[in-house]
């Protein structure tokens, strides 16, 4: 039996000759907050739309709560998009009234509690008068006030301030906790990733690079410095690795130490910064 919220089975997406997802497999555990990361053009995007019904995959297939998702939103799902699409010439209160005629599912209470929790929204004020910061606001009540199962967060943090992330953040774990709230989270900031986050989905070129519950990631993965010159010889799959005139240092995946070098496990930011700078030193070698 399929328990898992989200479930991707060998998914792909093509636009023309461009493979924006290939063979992509994961899931999403139900309650989990995971981190979606990757570099720009790695399918990040493209994948939250699949998710969310916005578009139909070329191939494989994706479910939410066992039924497959092709082109059409599944009522479990909200997805808050980078560009925050909301009707300018509405106030903030026209637009909670609208999203309650539009959803079934729709709390009032639920939208307004987070309107009221993200201080500064006037819900009297014209949607085009807002700031970056406050459309943000104002697009997350909207999310959360379907009383979604499933949520979507594409960079919901990258206009807000430091406070206003951290409230955003929270109010997100409250859904979590209470409603056991299924969060697929995609964003830069990887301070944020590593307080909030439990799992972690990372792509690179459309296809799934590392996937799973954070703590087993970086048990699989380890740091190893060494004198430069020596062999980098391991069991293990070198990520990325760096030299100086005196010093080598690697992200190594596997175990098997490689003989002289020290190692020490990974944190959340040294592994993605890893696999990050691995993608940017493919990209350089084929140009």
């Known amino acids: 039996m399929n328990t898992s919220p989200v479930r991707a089975e060998n998914l792909a997406k093509h636009f023309g000759r461009t493979k924006a997802l290939d063979g992509c497999s994961f899931s999403l555990p139900e309650g989990s907050v995971t981190g ?8 990040k995007s493209t994948l939250l739309s699949l998710i969310a019904g916005l578009a139909k995959p070329t ?3 994706i479910t939410v709560h066992g039924t497959a998702v092709r082109g059409r939103m599944h009522p479990d799902v909200s997805l808050l998009t980078q560009k925050r699409p909301l009707y300018d010439q509405f106030t903030v209160r026209e637009l909670m009234r609208a999203g309650a005629a539009m959803n079934d599912r729709w709390s009032a209470e639920r939208a307004d509690e987070v309107l009221d929790l993200l201080a500064g929204v006037d819900k009297d004020a014209k949607v085009r008068t807002l700031s970056a910061g406050a459309r943000t606001q104002v697009a997350i009540a909207l999310t959360l006030g379907r009383l979604p199962k499933v949520l979507l967060l594409d960079e919901p943090l990258s206009d ?3 406070l206003a992330r951290d ?3 929270r109010i997100v774990m409250t859904d979590v906790a209470e409603r056991g709230t299924t969060v ?3 964003s830069h900031l990887l301070t944020d990733l590593g307080d909030v986050c439990d799992h972690l989905l990372l792509l690179d070129e459309g296809r799934v690079q590392v996937a799973g519950e954070i703590e087993e990631v970086l048990d699989d993965h380890q740091v190893v410095v060494g004198p430069t010159g020596l062999d980098l010889e391991t069991d293990g799959v ?3 690795s760096s ?3 005196r010093q080598t240092t690697a992200l190594v995946r596997g175990s098997g130490a490689p003989e002289g070098f020290q190692t020490e496990r990974p944190d959340l930011e040294a592994l993605v910064m890893g696999y990050l700078r691995a993608s940017r030193t493919r990209r350089y070698a084929r140009q």
């Open 36 to 43: 979606l990361v990757g570099p720009n053009g790695a399918g």
């Open 59 to 61: 191939a494989g297939e």
């Open 160 to 162: 807000l301030d430091p």
């Open 167 to 169: 409230e955003t953040l």
């Open 184 to 186: 697929l989270l995609s």
């Open 238 to 240: 070198v990520v990325d």
């Open 243 to 245: 030299h100086t005139s």
